[in-house]
């Protein structure tokens, strides 16, 4: 059973950076390097939202919402996936998750909370 930890969120002031880590365990059989993974979010009331896709081929894509201040990495060695996320604003505030893209419902994590505010 795969298992997803997300970390890294927080409090930030509009404007500021933060990194978020995904470590992905119990793959098993599937290489995380084989995996397509992304990043999700969802605000309170809100519909879920793919923020950044990084593919095996380590392609990445980006919703236009963050194309210039989101960054998705990978490092396969460490079975994890970052988000540097620069320029925050309080918009971008939500609960964030990695998961496999196309999702898998068993998949998810707690995700991590990230507050954009001054």
């Known amino acids: 059973q795969v298992q997803l930890a997300e970390s890294g969120g927080g409090l930030v002031q509009p404007g500021g950076s933060l990194r978020l880590s995904c470590l992905a365990s119990?793959?098993?059989?599937?290489?995380?390097?084989?995996?397509?993974m992304g990043w999700y979010r969802q605000a309170p009331g809100m519909r879920w939202e793919l923020v950044a896709v990084?593919?095996?081929?380590?392609?990445?894509n980006y919703a236009d919402f963050v194309k210039g201040r989101f960054t998705i990495a990978r490092d396969n060695a460490k079975n994890t996936l970052y988000l540097q996320m620069n320029s925050l604003k309080p918009e971008d505030t939500a609960v964030y998750y990695c998961?496999?893209?196309?999702?898998?419902?068993?998949?998810w994590g707690q995700g991590t909370q990230v507050t954009v505010s001054s």
């Open positions: 990084m593919y095996d081929d380590g392609k990445t």
């Open positions: 998961n496999e893209v196309p999702y898998h419902d068993d998949y």
């Open positions: 119990g793959t098993g059989f599937r290489s995380f390097n084989a995996m397509a």
